[in-house]
């Protein structure tokens, strides 16, 4: 049973607009989340976090927003590039060794 | 650092066949993991190490076996391959917590993609 869940398998924006991926948990005892970007034929790389006490945190172009109460957290982009076409997965762990992925969302930045 | 390698890149197997996924990494990391991906759902953890001599299970670990003999190498075996281990599967670790961007931080390699008949 997926505790992680990107429901928009695919997402298309124009160049300089803003993106927004969402993400969605069952889990309350998740106490930390992870945002992931994956190109073809490479491994996920790590992008941007947040912790449950939080509920945004910035870095550069990229924002996190939780909502714990309706256990759902998105990512925002702005300005989308055409280098931001990708695989963005979520993430979120209760502390321990292990990570829950979503699914994946497909990026694709319009130029 | 070539960072987090893994080999091979494709593989085909038949049911019933053993094989030995590879992974190394050259950072001294002492965390690493092993995630299959599949159609529909997301990385799944099949299992991680801590450090050499110690691995433990993680959310799928049946039909695999690991070993961590060394800090660099985390080999993953299947032992007897079957249709549903056909799968992308990543290997990653992670650096020790003061060169960490974040507590949760992997690193990961590029994938191997394994198709069982």
């Known amino acids: 049973d997926q505790q992680v869940k990107q429901n928009s398998p695919s997402l298309s924006v124009q160049e300089g607009r803003i993106s927004i991926l969402n993400c969605d948990y069952t889990n309350s005892m998740f106490d930390y989340f992870l945002w992931y970007k994956k190109y073809p034929a490479e491994g996920p790389t790590f992008l941007i976090s947040i912790s449950s006490i939080k509920d945004k945190n910035e870095d550069g172009r990229f924002t996190v927003f939780l909502n714990k109460s309706a256990k759902h957290l998105s990512l925002h982009i702005v300005p989308s590039q055409p280098g931001d076409s990708a695989v963005y997965f979520c993430a979120a762990t209760t502390g321990a060794n292990n990570l829950f992925f979503g699914t994946g969302t497909r990026l694709t930045v319009i130029p | 650092n070539a960072g987090v390698t893994q080999t091979p890149k494709f593989q085909v197997l038949k049911t019933g066949q053993s094989m030995t996924l590879q992974c190394a990494q050259d950072?001294?990391?002492?965390?690493m993991s092993w995630y299959r991906q599949d159609p529909g759902m997301g990385l799944r953890l099949i299992h991680y190490s801590v450090g050499a001599g110690i691995t433990d299970q993680g959310e799928v670990p049946n039909g695999y076996n690991v070993s961590r003999s060394t800090t660099e190498d985390f080999p993953l075996r299947l032992l007897s391959a079957a249709p549903s281990q056909t799968s992308v599967y990543f290997c990653?670790?992670?650096?020790?917590?003061?060169?960490?961007?974040?507590?949760?931080?992997?690193?990961f390699g590029p994938g191997t993609r394994l198709t069982v008949t």
């Open positions: 950072m001294n990391h002492e965390y």
């Open positions: 990653a670790s992670r650096p020790p917590k003061e060169a960490r961007r974040d507590p949760y931080e992997q690193y």
